[in-house]
Nanobody, 119 residues
Framework: VQLQACGGGLVQPGGSLRLSCAAS????????MGWYRQAPGKQRELVAA???????NFADSVKGRFTISRDVAKNTVNLQMNSLKPEDTAVYYC??????????????WGQGTLVTVSS
């Protein structure tokens, strides 16, 4: 199983970026799926994610600016980031709870994509 994330880059404050993540492999089902980030010198934190029940959770710092969407059939999750601020600068990681063909379930991380918000 692999999670492939893309869409990071350099953007000016107030700008927008869209991150995408696709899961591939012998997947039976995906439960929770979403995005985390880690800024230099800080711990990894939740940005936005779907729970296994289909609800969404957002970090307080991104509410009203970021939206998350998911295509269950395609095993993808996207993060639309608007009104970006310098403090959003971080490496963003896709995460998913995946059940594979033999019905074992594990958490998986993507490789990370760097988002830099700077003028």
């Amino acid at each position: 199983v692999q999670l492939q994330a893309c869409g990071g880059g350099l953007v000016q404050p107030g700008g927008s970026l869209r991150l995408s993540c696709a899961a591939s492999g012998t997947i039976f089902s995906i439960g929770a799926m979403g995005w985390y980030r880690q800024a230099p010198g800080k711990q990894r934190e939740l940005v936005a994610a779907y729970t296994s029940g289909g609800n969404t959770n957002f970090a307080d710092s991104v509410k009203g600016r970021f939206t998350i969407s998911r295509d269950v059939a395609k095993n993808t999750v996207n993060l639309q980031m608007n009104s970006l601020k310098p403090e959003d600068t971080a490496v963003y990681y896709c995460n998913a709870l995946i059940t594979i063909w033999n019905l074992t379930t594990n958490g998986y991380w993507g490789q990370g994509t760097l988002v830099t918000v700077s003028s």
